[in-house]
Nanobody
Framework: QVQLVESGGDLVQPGGSLTLSCSVSGIRFRIYTMAWYRQAAGKQRELVATISTRRITNYADFVKGRFIISRDGDKSAAYLQMNNLEPEDTAVYYC???????????WGRGTQVTVSS
């Protein structure tokens, strides 16, 4: 059974930091591209950052310089370090595992991040 479990979401003040974690099981973690998406209330889900199997990273313009995505193959986990958080970053953050070669794509259930004073 494939499971992606996000954790680390919280209420944080503007300018604060959080690190989200995504624990993955049931798949060969190392062969999947990992990504973080987010969905704010009333808005569509949007891509935040990706990290390939070779650790090549890409970021949405709205988080460049503030967020860092990483992965740990030994722990089968992906992370999203979020710095200088803004109220606009408030959303449910979702972990995603993708392998286009086999048309496999898996999602976690999300973790809530709220940025507010």
């Amino acid at each position: 059974q494939v499971q992606l479990v996000e954790s680390g979401g919280d209420l944080v003040q503007p300018g604060g930091s959080l690190t989200l974690s995504c624990s993955v099981s049931g798949i060969r973690f190392r062969i999947y591209t990992m990504a973080w998406y987010r969905q704010a209330a009333g808005k569509q889900r949007e891509l935040v950052a990706t990290i390939s199997t070779r650790r090549i990273t890409n970021y949405a313009d709205f988080v460049k310089g503030r967020f860092i995505i990483s992965r740990d193959g030994d722990k089968s986990a992906a992370y999203l370090q979020m710095n200088n958080l803004e109220p606009e970053d408030t959303a449910v953050y979702y972990c995603n595992a993708d392998r286009p070669e086999s048309s496999e794509n898996f999602w976690g259930r999300g973790t809530q991040v709220t940025v507010s004073s």
